[in-house]
């Protein structure tokens, strides 16, 4: 089982939709977890950090469920400049030790 | 932005040469990160320095050989690479490893290697 996994998509979504990605980790004691948004030839920018009590920034909201071990990612009223793959990042804490995911891949259509 | 910076962006080389790429991060950052991105994979973490020293090396090929003179600079030197290689390297630094600590990356170089 990967450490980290996502799915790759693409997700294909019409401006103005709510799209939802998931994103499972397999070591049980992970303690810090990141959504990254990389746009095509770029590199990786914080969107967001997930805390335990899940939280909003703008129209992007990301929640933890530790006892599934899995992290989500929630974007509503999608713009086309939305379009970008997400990256899902997961650190055990106290180390140096970041697991990416290899993505979830989004467009949004006009 | 230029928080972290790269260069080269591009580089193309032969399996004989030997280059050096190079990062420099302006943030105060006490740790800095290289990274491999090829395609429809995940970033590898390669190499990580904390205050100048190593703190991290997953089984990275003796071809790759990093060096942190100062918390501002991290070198990644090649030589004799293969073209499985040819990856975008990405550096990266981050204040520390509390909880929430985030990375801060540079916009990469592109690497081929014919």
């Known amino acids: 089982r990967k450490e980290v996994e996502q799915d790759p998509g693409p997700f294909n979504v019409p401006e103005g939709a709510t799209v939802a990605f998931n994103c499972t980790y397999s070591n049980s004691a992970s303690q810090s977890f990141f959504w990254y948004r990389q746009d095509c030839r770029k590199e990786p920018k914080l969107l967001m950090s997930v805390y335990s009590s899940g939280n909003e920034d703008g129209r992007f909201t990301a929640q933890l469920n530790r006892a599934s071990q899995y992290i989500s990612l929630l974007i509503r009223d999608s713009k086309l400049s939305d379009s970008a793959t997400y990256l899902c990042?997961?650190?055990?804490?106290?180390?140096?030790?970041?697991?990416f995911g290899t993505g979830t891949r989004l467009k949004v259509l006009a | 932005e230029t928080g972290v910076t790269q260069t080269p962006r591009h580089l193309v080389m032969g399996m004989t040469n030997k280059k050096s790429l190079k990062c420099e991060q302006h943030?105060?950052?006490?740790?800095m990160y290289w990274y491999k991105q090829s395609a429809k994979k995940p970033l590898e973490l390669m190499f990580v320095y904390s205050l100048e020293e190593r703190v991290e090396n997953n089984s990275v090929p003796s071809r790759f050989s990093p060096e942190c003179p100062n918390s501002s600079h991290l070198f990644l030197h090649l030589h004799t690479l293969q073209p499985e290689d040819s990856a975008l390297y990405l550096c990266?630094?981050?204040?520390?490893?509390?909880?929430?600590?985030?990375?801060?990356f540079g916009p990469g170089t592109r690497l081929l290697v014919l």
């Open positions: 990266a630094s981050s204040q520390g490893t509390g909880p929430q600590e985030t990375q801060y």
């Open positions: 943030l105060g950052h006490n740790a």
């Open positions: 990042v997961v650190n055990l804490g106290g180390t140096y030790k970041y697991i």
